[in-house]
Nanobody, 122 residues
Framework: QVQLVESGGGLVQPGGSLRLACAAS????????IGWFRQAPGKEREGVSC????????YYVDSVKGRFTISRYNAKKTVYLRMNSLNAEDTAVYYC???????????????WGQGTQVTVSS
């Protein structure tokens, strides 16, 4: 059974940091790219970052470049999203998703986690 489970969300003050984790089971993580997406209330789901399966190439949406870092540890079957310098605009439910190759549209991903809430507020 394919499963992705996110963890690490929570409430953080502006300027703070969080590290999200996406734990994979039921499939070979090495063969899949993992994307992180977020959705704020009333907004479209947005791609945040992606890490490829082949060479570990990484991609970021402009709004998080220099603040977020995606990494993968296939031996641990886990992908991380380190988020620094958080601001209110980062508040959203964050999801990880799997696909053979990174893609910009969330509609192209095959497997999804249940999401983890990130709230940035003082």
């Amino acid at each position: 059974q394919v499963q992705l489970v996110e963890s690490g969300g929570g409430l953080v003050q502006p300027g703070g940091s969080l590290r999200l984790a996406c734990a994979a089971s039921g499939f070979t993580l090495d063969d899949y790219a993992i994307g992180w997406f977020r959705q704020a209330p009333g907004k479209e789901r947005e791609g945040v970052s992606c890490i490829s399966s082949s060479d570990g190439s990484t991609y970021y949406v402009d709004s998080v470049k220099g603040r977020f870092t995606i990494s993968r540890y296939n031996a641990k079957k886990t992908v991380y999203l380190r988020m620094n310098s958080l601001n209110a605009e980062d508040t959203a439910v964050y999801y990880c998703a799997a696909r053979r190759r990174c893609a910009g549209s969330w509609r192209l991903y095959d497997y999804w986690g249940q999401g983890t809430q990130v709230t940035v507020s003082s």
